[in-house]
């Protein structure tokens, strides 16, 4: 393709650079020395999604076709945010990464390295021919070379796609993560992101897939506008870093068994926090308080209540919860069920329903004419 016949996209530069620029910027505010609270992967994270945002934004405009070896160089990096992604949430969540096949994650990350090597030693024609059939793809009449191009591209995408993946794998899987103990707000807005990273990196892969130019374009662009909702979340709340932080120390550092615990008389403490004065009732009530409570570690409370009662710690509330409710029902029949889902702890009456239906096998509806029978 001549430069003459190149398609230059000012809207695609403008928006995917300013993006990109944003999160390098936002990298380097991270990384300096007052920010202790931020750990390297984080930054590393928002840097390499920085250089992402703006490696896409010189192909999608047209300019990687005018000077192809800056197109090239950060593509082997780019299979690198996943593993970084992963290694991040190891810290969040659970432990440092260890073990001898840690390699094992950044091998598309080496390959790719080496395919850049023979290319720019090869010949850079190769280079422009293949950014060439990256953006002139079509899905009836590919090759195995044009599936070859879709390959390297989507890789990074799919790499990302899968390391997120484990985000909920890994909430669902250990009710005791650190993510329960966090506000609903931020779980809600962690969990909305996921999802919607989700939705824009599968557009993302099957718009080169199926050669539908505009997903990829506009899953590109949605890349920017996360980067900026995280950002103005963080401004928002900007206690969010340090309850992250707080949380993460407790559980490093705790001990982790309970072997030496009065797991009995704890069990017993629970209840009658629970019982006699109404801990259930606040609705902001998370892990970690009621952990300092009972003088025992986060980590120590969700094993007990996981290993002895079988259950998490919302659900150990919203049984409280659910049993004070119904007390409230039977003593004053004529009260409202809104009234009664605020008094004992729940911030909406849907989330009262569905932990009410799930303890009782009722609805309050149900329950409350059940005792008119």
């Not at 280079?127 to 191009?149: E, F, H």
């Not at 009664?340 to 309050?364: C, D, E, L």
Request: charged share 15%.
């Amino acid at each position: 393709m001549g430069s003459n016949s190149i398609q230059y996209s000012n809207l695609d530069l403008f928006i995917l650079g300013f993006g990109g620029f944003f999160c390098i910027v936002w990298a380097t505010g991270l990384a300096v020395p007052k920010t202790k609270n931020v750990h390297i992967f984080g930054v590393l994270f928002v840097l390499i999604s920085g250089f992402r945002l703006s490696w896409e934004a010189f192909f999608l405009s047209g300019h990687a076709l005018d000077a192809p070896i800056f197109y090239f160089i950060p593509l082997p990096f780019t299979y690198a945010i996943g593993p970084i992604l992963y290694l991040y949430l190891s810290k969040l969540t659970r432990s440092d990464w260890k073990g001898k096949y840690v390699f094992v994650h950044f091998i598309p990350l080496l390959l790719m390295m080496n395919l850049w090597i023979a290319l720019f030693f090869i010949d850079t024609e190769i280079m422009v021919q293949l950014i060439s059939n990256l953006q002139n793809l079509s899905y009836t009449k590919r090759n195995l070379y044009d599936w070859l191009c879709t390959a390297i591209v989507i890789g990074p995408k799919i790499s990302i796609f899968y390391y997120s993946m484990l985000i909920p794998i890994y909430y669902f899987k250990n009710r005791n993560t650190i993510l329960e103990s966090l506000p609903k707000e931020l779980q809600i807005f962690s969990f909305g992101l996921i999802i919607y990273v989700w939705v824009m990196i599968l557009a993302d892969i099957f718009g080169y897939i199926f050669s539908i130019k505009s997903w990829y374009q506009y899953s590109a662009w949605s890349h920017s506008i996360v980067a900026i909702l995280v950002y103005w979340f963080g401004r928002y709340r900007p206690e969010t870093l340090l309850e992250y932080q707080a949380i993460i120390h407790k559980v490093r550092y705790a001990k982790s068994k309970v072997s030496g615990l009065a797991v009995n008389e704890i069990i017993l403490n629970m209840n009658q926090l629970m019982t006699e004065e109404q801990f259930y009732a606040d609705e902001d009530l998370r892990i970690l308080r009621f952990a300092e409570e009972l003088g025992i570690s986060m980590h120590q409370l969700s094993e007990i209540l996981n290993q002895n009662l079988n259950t998490n710690f919302n659900d150990f509330v919203n049984q409280h919860r659910v049993k004070a409710a119904q007390k409230y029902i039977f003593d004053e029949p004529n009260r409202s069920l809104l009234s009664i889902a605020m008094a004992v702890g729940f911030n909406s009456k849907s989330s009262f329903n569905r932990a009410f239906k799930k303890h009782t096998n009722m609805s309050p509806t149900e329950y409350k004419a059940s005792l008119r029978e």
